[in-house]
């Protein structure tokens, strides 16, 4: 098996969205984005109670990308214009395909509210190809314990497939392109090979931790933490040197154009235009405060 080298290594540096603070490694002037993936925000940890919670989201519009919530503590609720309404909890994920426009909105939920806790999650924007970004809208929420978990021999190492596949197991997510998403949980001394598709774009993230990249690069927690790899092997390996939490992806570049504002990710300035009439128009359904 031969190794995917390198292509570059980023920073997760915090940002100001509004009133919350947090990290954004892509885009950065480093790593513009890696197709197909536009957008990846690490929300928290934020201490959350009554007299402080500045995560809740009230109702705003998509079009044209898949917005993604991983959650790793905490409680949300979400709800959109298609009626759908639920709690996500920590390893919950809510894969939202905005297509042609939905309205949502998403927060800690009052019960969470109340008793107080911690929220930390990641929010991913999955670019659609062209020929989808005016399908229709959906929404699947999978709960943490009903996705596929591999366990390493030594049990230092378990890994949760999201999308895609990994080997022979796969996600509970249906995608619109092809996508592999994993959420990787390691042990002092865990070691893992991942496999690489050679016709995919791909990248790790480091949530939390200090793990070794193809016993070459160093992922450290507020250094760099996320890797951009060439398509040119067929595995990465992870050797993880404290207790760490990595995020995998990896997927078919589209090769469009991207044009995007705000809340839309389009091809061209004109379907941007477009995207901001029609929510202005109501033609994204309504969702009450």
Known sequence: MKQNTIKKVGRSDLVNMGPIRLHQPLPTKAIENIDPFILLHHYGPYEINVHNNPFDLGPHPHRGFEPITFLIQGEQLHRDSLGNESIVKPGDVQWTTSGRGIIHSEGPT???????????????????PAAKKMMQPKYQHVSSEKFNIITSEDGKVTLKVIAGNFNAVKGKITTQTPVNTYMIDMEIGGVIKIPMNTL?????????????????????????????????????????KIKSKLLFLSGSPLNEKVANYGPYVMNTQTELLEAMRDYQQGKMGFLPI
């Open 110 to 128: 009052e019960a969470f509210v109340e008793k107080g806790g911690t929220l930390e999650g990641i929010q991913l924007w999955l670019n659609l």
């Open 200 to 240: 995919h774009q791909s990248m790790l993230y480091l949530l939390n931790g200090d793990v070794l990249v193809n016993n070459e690069v160093q992922l450290i927690k507020d250094k760099n933490q996320l890797i951009e790899f060439n398509n040119d092997g067929n595995e990465i390996s992870i050797t993880s």
